[in-house]
C-alpha cells in the first residue's frame, strides 16, 4: 500500500490508473477505522481493479462547538488495516482548503432536516469535501454506509444533480454484537453509556414494526425512557432514522421500516 499526502500526486496517480484502462474504486472516510469501514473498503475491492481509501478529518463539516481538535486520528493503526486488507492507495491529506476558499458545493433541499437541523453548515461541509475527493481519486465507484443515511440520500442527489461520473454504491450497517452499529464516535461512550447505547437500534427496531400512526412518537417516548436525549426520530421514505444523545455522545442509527411485514421467501415464492 501507498500513502498519498498531496492532493496534486493523488490526482496524477488516478488520472495514471484511468489512462491505463483500470477502475478506481473509493472509500472516503474520516478514519479511526473499524470493522464497519472495512466491511466498506472489501466491498469496494468487488468493484473496481484499484482500491483508494481517503482518511481525512474533514474540518468544514463539523460545527465550532464540535469535536474536531479531539476526533480521533490513529494513522499508523488505520494504515495497517489498511494495509492487510490489500488497499493499493491510502490518501491522507494534510489538509484540502486553501486558506481563502470561497466556493462550496451546496444541497438544499434533502440536507435541511435531521442531522442538517440539528447541524447546520454539515451537509455543506461533507458534500464540498466529498466533491473535492472525487475530483482528487477520480473515482468509477464510491461506497458509502447506510448508517449515514441522510449522507447517503444528500451524495445521491448531489451526484445526480452535477452528473458526476461516478457509482454510488450503499453498503449495510455492521454492528456490534449487542446491536450498537459501529461508530468511531462510540469510543466517546462512558462504560455505563456504552451498556446504555444498543438500546437506540433496540427501540427502533421494535417501533419500525408497530403501526406507522405511533410508531416515530413511540421511539422518541422510549428513547426517553432509557435515558436518551433524542435529537430527531423520523420516517424518511422506508427507513426509520433517528439521532440520540447519551451524554455529550450523539449515535445516530436507521433500520428498514418493518421487515417482519415483509412476506416471507416462502410465502412470496407461493405467490408467484
Ligand atoms: P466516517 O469515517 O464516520 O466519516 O465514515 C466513513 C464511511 O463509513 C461512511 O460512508 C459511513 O457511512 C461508513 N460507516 C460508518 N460506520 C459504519 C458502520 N457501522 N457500518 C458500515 N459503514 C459505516
Not at 494504515?79 to 481563502?100: K, T
Not at 405511533?214 to 420516517?235: C, H, I, K, M, P
Not at 426509520?240 to 451524554?247: E, R, V
Request: glycine content about 6%; proline content about 6%.
Amino acid at each position: 500500500m501507498k500513502t498519498i499526502s498531496s492532493p496534486s500526486a493523488m490526482q496524477r496517480w488516478a488520472l495514471t490508473q484511468k489512462k491505463a484502462g483500470r477502475s478506481i474504486a473509493f472509500v472516503p472516510t474520516m478514519g479511526a477505522l473499524h470493522e464497519g469501514h472495512l466491511s466498506l473498503v472489501r466491498r469496494a475491492r468487488a468493484l473496481g481493479d484499484l482500491v483508494v481509501v481517503s482518511i481525512y478529518v474533514n474540518p468544514t463539516q463539523f460545527d465550532p462547538k464540535e469535536d474536531f481538535s479531539k476526533y480521533p486520528r490513529p494513522i499508523q493503526r488505520d494504515a495497517s488495516l489498511l494495509r492487510r486488507e490489500g488497499v493499493e492507495i491510502l490518501f491522507h491529506p494534510a489538509n484540502l482548503y486553501e486558506p481563502d476558499a470561497s466556493t462550496w458545493v451546496k444541497e438544499t433541499d434533502l440536507s435541511t432536516g435531521r442531522c442538517g437541523g440539528t447541524r447546520p453548515g454539515h451537509f455543506k461541509g461533507v458534500t464540498t469535501v466529498v466533491t473535492k475527493l472525487f475530483n482528487l481519486v477520480l473515482p468509477d465507484v464510491a461506497v458509502f454506509g447506510q448508517k449515514d443515511a441522510q449522507q447517503c440520500e444528500v451524495i445521491t442527489r448531489m451526484v445526480r444533480d452535477l452528473c458526476l461520473p461516478v457509482r454510488l454504491v450503499i453498503a449495510p450497517t455492521l454492528r456490534e454484537r449487542d446491536g450498537l452499529a459501529m461508530s468511531s464516535r462510540n469510543a466517546y461512550l462512558t462504560p455505563e453509556e456504552r451498556a446504555m447505547a444498543p438500546a437506540l437500534f433496540k427501540i427502533l427496531s421494535a417501533a419500525a414494526a408497530r403501526p406507522a400512526t405511533s410508531r416515530t412518537v413511540w421511539a422518541r417516548e422510549s428513547l426517553a425512557q432509557v435515558g436518551f436525549r433524542v435529537d430527531y426520530v423520523e420516517e424518511c421514505g422506508s427507513r426509520l432514522c433517528a439521532a440520540a444523545f447519551l451524554g455529550k455522545t450523539r449515535l445516530l442509527d436507521n433500520v428498514s421500516i418493518s421487515p417482519e411485514t415483509r412476506p416471507s421467501k416462502k410465502l412470496r415464492r407461493a405467490a408467484r
